[in-house]
């Protein structure tokens, strides 16, 4: 959603950050391989973090993958930076949250929930 409201061009699409809103071919902002790797990485770090200080090393995932995609021209710093900090901060929320929050993608569409025990 942010990257076709954004529509930043990639910097191997004309070398210029500063063309933000320009259309469907444009889709750099923010760096949705980053945002992945920071959500997967969130929540082991969080939940096991204080316990064994070695899984913060798992933040060398999104770190390398962000090295990754500047080196191969197809993020701006910038993209990978919000990406980054939107991935940690919805993988946080996500495992912090009293309620969890179910989405499962079925056959015939899209099902979004709260799971509540009694």
Known sequence: ???????????????DPNQWFKGRCCDSFPSGEVTLQASFVTPFIANYGHDHPWVW???????YD??????SQEHWQTDVIAGWV????VGYWAT???????VQILPGGLSVGFYKRF
């Not at 939107?86 to 901060?89: D, K």
């Open 86 to 89: 939107l991935g940690s901060a």
């Open 57 to 63: 090393a798992l933040e060398l995932l999104p770190a």
């Open 1 to 15: 959603m942010l990257k076709f409201s954004f529509s930043r061009a990639r910097p191997n699409q004309g070398g």
């Open 66 to 71: 962000a090295i990754a995609r500047l080196k």
């Open 96 to 102: 912090t949250r009293n309620t969890p929050l179910s």
